[in-house]
């Protein structure tokens, strides 16, 4: 069974930073990852992605520049640096692994394509 354990949410200061972690387990750690939020009301939508060797990633518009995304096979582990954070940043931030293709090359935007998902973690960002 696979488990994705999301943390390193919490409360910051507009312009402060965050670094966000995923740990993977039940399974080798060899498929594309993609971070996703959601704030209240609004519908999930795609934050970062990353494939399986870390080559090829893939931000939304609103992050770029912003935010990195990472990972550590080693650990099996997703990472979110989140640095110059805005209030429109708050949000419940998921972590979720796509099962489509081991050691691929694709990092896929839309969350059909993701089958595993954490339970999340809270960011929330004052002004």
């Known amino acids: 069974q696979v488990q994705l354990v999301e943390s390193g949410g919490g409360l910051v200061q507009a312009g402060g930073s965050l670094r966000l972690s995923c740990a993977v387990s039940g399974r080798t750690f060899s498929y594309a990852m993609g971070w996703f939020r959601q704030a209240p009301g609004k519908e999930r939508e795609f934050v970062a992605g990353?494939?399986?060797?870390?080559?090829?990633?893939v931000y939304a518009d609103s992050v770029k520049g912003r935010f990195t995304i990472s990972r550590d096979n080693a650990k099996n582990t997703l990472y979110l640096h989140m640095n110059s954070l805005k209030p429109e940043d708050t949000a419940r931030y998921y972590c979720a692994e796509d099962r489509s293709r081991r050691l691929g090359v694709v990092v896929y935007t839309s969350t059909g394509a993701y089958d595993y998902w954490g339970q999340g973690t809270q960011v929330t960002v004052s002004s």
């Open positions: 990353i494939n399986w060797s870390g080559g090829n990633t």
